[in-house]
């Protein structure tokens, strides 16, 4: 299975700031199938982008998906108080996908 | 809409099996890959499997394989999962997810989700 790691764990911000996430792969994900998922407390989780950087109908611009290969990052410009949430990254390459283990982002 | 609804929460002793349901409306159901994600409290989400709606086929993953059983009833548009040998580590909610875009299509992640199923193992 494909390994994905985020980091930071938590990113401790401020409305209005920018947040830059990071999701690495032990393996090259092939075709960047690599999605990000924002979710908050009692909420099933909410798609944001997939294709590493192609947003989900409906996702503000202020968030962007970049990378390829082993290393993705989500960018969060211009914080809105209801961004602070939980973020995953997911890999759906293979027949068994994976998720990171979740970045928080804090107020 | 698309919607996901699924049932109510569980309380199983260890040892037991939980079988979870997921009924789905708002598309054609056999044109959409559907999977299960569960989450233990406080911890991060966990991909378990997908099932494969018109042909039944599964993929799980290998720390569920042997364990876990994926499911459908076309009559009704509902999908099951049922997960046996039941411990403390299993206490988590359990959701059914769809994927974004027809399984004809290439390969998209999971655009609609389920409420959730608490499942609680416990003595």
């Known amino acids: 299975d494909i390994v994905l790691t985020q980091s930071p764990g938590t990113l401790s911000l401020s409305p209005g700031e920018s947040a830059t996430l990071s999701c690495r792969a032990t393996q090259r994900v092939r075709n960047s199938f690599l999605a990000w998922y924002q979710q908050k407390p009692g909420q099933p989780p909410r798609l944001l982008i997939y294709g590493a950087s192609s947003r989900d109908t409906g996702i503000p611009d202020r968030f962007s998906g970049s990378g390829s290969g082993t290393d993705f990052t989500l960018t969060i410009s211009r914080l809105e108080p209801e961004d602070f949430a939980v973020y995953y990254c997911?890999?759906?390459?293979?027949?068994?996908?994976?998720f990171g283990q979740g970045t928080t982002v804090e107020i | 809409q698309v919607q996901l609804v699924q049932s109510g929460a569980e309380v199983k002793k260890p040892g037991a099996s939980v079988k979870v349901s997921c009924r789905a409306s708002?598309?054609?159901?056999?044109?959409?890959?559907l999977h299960w994600v569960r989450q233990a409290p406080g911890r991060g989400l966990e991909w378990m499997g997908r099932l494969h709606p018109n042909s039944g086929v599964t993929d799980y993953s290998p720390k569920f394989q042997g364990r876990v059983t994926m499911a459908r009833d076309m009559s009704i548009s509902t999908v099951y999962m049922e997960l046996t040998r039941l411990n403390s580590d299993d206490t988590a909610v359990y959701y059914c997810?769809?994927?974004?875009?027809?399984?004809?299509?290439?390969?998209?992640?999971?655009?609609?989700w389920g409420q959730g199923t608490l499942v609680t193992v416990s003595s």
């Open positions: 997810a769809r994927t974004l875009a027809a399984i004809a299509a290439a390969p998209t992640p999971l655009g609609y």
């Open positions: 708002g598309y054609t159901y056999t044109a959409y890959y």
């Open positions: 997911q890999q759906y390459t293979s027949s068994s996908w994976t």
